[in-house]
């Protein structure tokens, strides 16, 4: 069965930088729009970056200029390759498969099916 682990998450201070990973297995990366999304506490999960099969993406304004996600499809690998991390984006980091895409306008929606089971960020001085 489809199975996304994701990893790379750890403790960081503001300023410094991590790079997550997700793996998918059980079928093929490459045929779906992966995102990111996290968990923050005292907050809702919230849409972090989605990239489609051909490389358009789309960013969260909170993480727009910081945080650049990209993929390889013959890794079945997707990054989120995130910069000048702030205390607010301590959370739990998920990636996720797009069950529907909308992309027109250069507007890029994803809307997910399934996702794995995450990985920790905590970003403290």
């Known amino acids: 069965q489809f199975e996304l682990v994701e990893s790379g998450g750890g403790l960081v201070q503001p300023g410094e930088s991590l790079r997550l990973s997700c793996k998918a297995s059980?079928?093929?990366?490459?045929?779906?729009?992966i995102g990111w999304l996290r968990q923050t506490p005292g907050k809702e999960r919230e849409g972090i970056s989605c990239i489609t099969d051909d490389g358009t993406t789309n960013y969260a304004g909170a993480v727009k200029g910081r945080f650049t996600v990209s993929r390889d499809n013959g890794k079945n690998m997707v990054y989120l390759q995130m910069n000048n991390l702030k205390p607010e984006d301590t959370g739990v980091y998920y990636c996720a498969r797009a069950g529907f895409v909308s992309n027109f306008g250069s507007t890029l929606r994803c809307e997910y099916d399934q996702w794995g089971q995450g990985t920790q960020v905590t970003v403290s001085s």
């Open positions: 059980g079928g093929s990366l490459g045929s779906y729009a």
